[in-house]
């Protein structure tokens, strides 16, 4: 039997508690283990950081002996969320833009049975089509019209596009704050501060000594900051060998309901293709597990001394086709793309993963037998 597991949960967007997605995540845990016969001990423990910080969590105790500890990381009071439709719905298309290009460039990945495909071809200005025909139609008008929609009319939309879009819209808002690049922008700020509290977690999990092995599991908008927290804590092994020693313990990461492609669409169409060197420094340390490597004008060689010490962890990502936040990952290599149903509408699907119980039986396989 495989040594203690940590488990660090990232949650999603929205307007989150503190302990809410650890309640979550352990609750459904409880409830799926108790389906398989098995009667549990749940234990609230507290430990020390090296930060000097206290960490609260639950360990639970399995009667096979096996011990699997869980910690959240929340980040929800880090972000202000303030931030105009027109900025949303300009995201939306240049993010579309850039899928579009993508799948036209590597058709291999193009899905024929599934949306947002057709023809062969990803549906133009397929992100947009959530907010409705109207807004769908504002998107197809040049990008000036759109930015001279007024930020006063934003509570009016707000009521006019319903629950399910709503919903939709203040989801991507946190997606579009969170992937501000101008480092300037306030957004930037709030992004480096949850992004650096996410390296912190993880850092202090892989030098726990009570550990064996640990899972990375971010729901939606978690999965990106679990991906970019993963990054840059393979930055600092390059540095620090000690931490290296121990990059062995991150098992697997676990995405459910992940924005992570459409992240990266967004940034491939702004990307300019002639810029080659700024291009390979930007894959050299944001690169991890991307399917695209930048094009190097022959007779040119460059190189990098950022090594991979993350390339065996094991990559699950779980996607409802009712969530239109998710979607199966195709700009990325080596990951496990899971089709999930978790019986809910359209939209509203994207809050339920946490209740989906083929996610914690894939968990609980993947502990058992050691990954």
């Known amino acids: 039997m495989p040594g203690k597991t940590g488990i660090l949960v990232i949650h999603g967007i929205g307007e989150q508690a503190p302990f809410e997605t650890l309640d979550l995540f352990c609750v459904n845990w409880i409830d799926y283990v108790k389906t398989q016969g098995e009667d549990i001990e749940v234990t609230h423990k507290r430990r020390r950081t090296e930060q000097n910080r206290y960490q609260d969590y639950v360990s639970i105790h399995h ?88 930020a006063g009319l934003d509570r009016l939309i707000h009521l006019l596009i319903g629950r399910t879009r709503r ?99 967004f940034f491939r169409h702004r990307a300019k293709k002639s810029a080659y060197v700024r291009k390979f420094l930007i894959y050299a340390l944001h690169g991890f597990r991307t399917r695209e490597k930048p094009f190097i004008p022959k007779g040119i060689t460059l190189e990098t001394p950022v090594k991979d010490h993350l390339e065996h962890v094991k990559w699950v990502n779980f996607w409802d086709p009712g969530d239109p936040i998710s979607g199966h990952l195709d700009y990325y290599r080596d990951v496990e793309n899971i089709r999930v149903d978790n019986q809910r509408d359209w939209g509203i699907t994207h809050m339920y993963y946490w209740s989906n119980r083929d996610v914690y039986r894939r968990m609980m396989d993947m502990i058992k037998r050691g990954f």
């Not at 313990?249 to 676990?254: A, E, H, Y």
């Open 63 to 150: 009667p096979n002996g096996q011990e699997i500890d869980v910690h959240e990381y929340y980040w929800a009071h880090r972000v202000k969320r303030d931030i105009s439709f027109s900025e949303v719905l300009n995201w939306l298309v240049t993010t579309s833009d850039g899928a579009r290009e993508y799948y036209d460039e590597y058709n291999e990945y193009v899905q024929e049975q599934e949306p947002p495909f057709k023809n062969g071809r990803f549906i133009f200005r397929w992100y947009v089509k959530p907010l409705g025909r109207f807004f769908r139609t504002i998107s197809m008008m040049p990008w000036v019209i759109r930015w001279l929609i007024p």
């Open 167 to 265: 919903l939709f819209l203040n989801y991507i808002g946190d997606v579009v704050i969170y992937t501000s690049s101008d480092l300037k922008s306030e957004y930037y700020q709030y992004r480096e501060c949850v992004l650096n509290g996410a390296v912190e977690k993880i850092r202090d999990l892989m030098l726990n000594h009570d550990y064996e092995q640990l899972i990375i599991l971010g729901h939606s908008m978690g999965s990106v900051i679990a991906y970019d927290a993963l990054k840059r804590v393979n930055h600092e092994m390059n540095h620090d060998e000690h931490l290296q020693r121990q990059r062995y313990k991150i098992k697997s990461l676990l995405t459910t309901g992940s924005p992570l492609d459409k992240v990266a669409f």
